[in-house]
């Protein structure tokens, strides 16, 4: 998984609610390690969907039912017959609308379905917003963001990773039990910054109780299931607590207890 990884965003907007949101999720999406396109629908085709990995929708509903204006003519390429697949896209949904209405939310909904109908992955429930959408909206976003930064360049979602880019997110420090090879080792560490430049492994002489050991889990930067856990042993003399991703080389230290 790429240090930076994309992530589409797109808004059908009447009144600039929708708009509103969308802008939101492009201002936060770095502290998730994204890189966010804010884009009305009115600014892409459907075949430049085909081509993501992580989309989020906000859509509102218009009249009795009907896509705002600025979505009509993108919902009406998505259903031509030669629509493209939209396999390997994990989405997220937020449909703002008037519970007055009949068709409350009925355009998100109609995205939300058409998604999962061409092969997307939903990653986040959708969630549909009544005219106070604020709340909702921001909980929808809480939920959506990490998991999408959880998406792997391959389409791939890992969801052991949400719980970590969350900590991630919110500058957490997090407790990580690691067993070493004369038992249970408290350790702590914290979850990097992204996106990250390329970063030097300070390696530091200590002595500890273990005669280490290596240990695969996932890689909170690139998403590969190569870390690997060095420690004293006859193969590695030095004496350094870090996590070392073999397949992009981030270092991650920990503190020994």
């Excluded at 998991?147 to 880019?165: I, Q, R, T, W, Y």
């Excluded at 090879?181 to 390696?203: K, N, R």
């Excluded at 109780?209 to 240990?215: D, M, S």
Aim: aromatic residues 8%; proline residues 5%.
């Amino acid at each position: 998984m790429s240090a930076v990884r994309s992530l589409l965003v797109l808004f059908g907007s009447q009144s600039g609610n929708s708009e509103d949101v969308a802008s939101k999720i492009g201002k936060a999406a770095s502290k998730y390690g994204l890189e966010a396109t804010v884009k009305g629908m009115d600014e892409i085709q459907i075949s430049d969907m085909a081509g993501q990995k992580r989309i989020m929708i906000c859509c509102s509903t218009w009249g009795e039912g009907e896509q705002p204006d600025n979505a009509e003519d993108l919902w009406i390429s998505a259903n031509a017959d030669d629509s493209p697949s939209m396999s390997g896209v994990n989405f997220s949904v937020l449909s703002l609308g008037d519970s007055s209405y009949d068709l409350f939310c009925e355009s998100g909904k109609e995205w939300d379905s058409w998604l999962e109908s061409k092969g997307g992955f939903r990653v986040n429930q959708r969630v549909d917003c009544d005219v106070d959408y604020e709340v909702p909206a921001e909980e929808w976003m809480k939920g959506a963001m990490p998991k999408l930064a959880c998406v792997d360049d391959s389409g791939k979602f890992l969801p052991d990773l949400v719980e970590n880019m969350k900590a991630h997110a919110a500058g957490i420090e997090i407790e990580v039990p690691v067993e070493a090879a004369e038992g249970p080792v408290a350790t702590t560490q914290t979850i990097p910054s992204m996106p990250q430049v390329a970063l030097t492994p300070v390696m530091e002489q200590r002595a500890h109780a273990y005669t280490g050991y290596k240990q695969n889990s996932y890689c909170v930067k690139c998403g590969k299931y190569t870390f690997h856990w060095h420690g004293s042993s006859p193969n590695n003399p030095d004496l350094y607590p870090n996590y070392e991703c073999r397949e992009c080389g981030y270092v991650r230290k920990m503190k020994i207890a």
